[in-house]
């Protein structure tokens, strides 16, 4: 008995081993792949500045631009305001706004810093008054975006009743993804 379980013992042992040995032989046919998936947040940037002037309103040469000059009305005076957009390089499509406040209007003359914003490409925002926009199509490049350049008071304007007045710049980007027009973007950018 003691030898048929030896023989038993060695014929499984043997079975095993030529279990193993095929299995460990066998080749499978396999295949593997990956997809990658990468997200990058896109952007919108601008600044807004303008010309440094003197009180006078002539530019200061070789001065950085500013984001504020003072100036001194005198009737018949031209004055140097030159704001403009500037949009950084990579900035998505986007709607660009200006707004415009301007406490000067009744004694400026022509041409009027409104005739120039549109005569510079900008659209007036229908129902808003002094908002005014562009579409912008991204660039590998920045992009300058002028509003206006200039500014004379009138000949025979009163000025003693404008020492606080100002004429304010406001500008705004939103991204044109998401709005199918300017006033939808404007509503948006303008909370």
């Not at 043997?14 to 997809?35: I, N, P, Y």
């Not at 350049?149 to 705004?172: C, E, L, Q, R």
Request: proline letters at 2%.
């Amino acid at each position: 008995m003691k030898s048929k379980k030896k023989v038993f013992l060695t014929v499984l042992c043997a079975a095993a081993l030529v279990v193993a040995s095929v299995l460990g032989t066998m080749a499978f046919l396999t295949s593997k792949d990956k997809v990658n998936n990468t997200f990058t947040v896109g952007k919108v940037a601008i600044t807004l500045d303008e010309a440094k002037v003197t009180d006078m309103g002539a530019p200061v040469a070789g001065a950085d631009r500013v984001k504020a000059n003072t100036y001194k009305l005198i009737p018949g005076h031209n004055y140097t305001k030159d704001p403009t957009i500037h949009v950084a390089a990579g900035s998505e499509d986007s709607w660009i706004f200006i707004k415009v406040e301007n406490g000067l209007t009744s004694i400026i003359n022509t041409p009027t810093i409104e005739s120039q914003i549109t005569d510079n490409g900008w659209t007036a925002l229908d129902g808003v008054t002094g908002v005014y926009y562009k579409e912008y199509t991204s660039a590998a490049t920045a992009t300058d975006l002028a509003v206006f350049g200039a500014f004379k008071i009138k000949d025979d304007a009163d000025v003693s009743t404008y020492s606080n007045a100002k004429i304010d710049v406001y500008g705004y980007a939103i991204q044109k993804d998401g709005f199918d027009t300017a006033a939808a973007a404007w509503d948006e950018v303008s909370k």
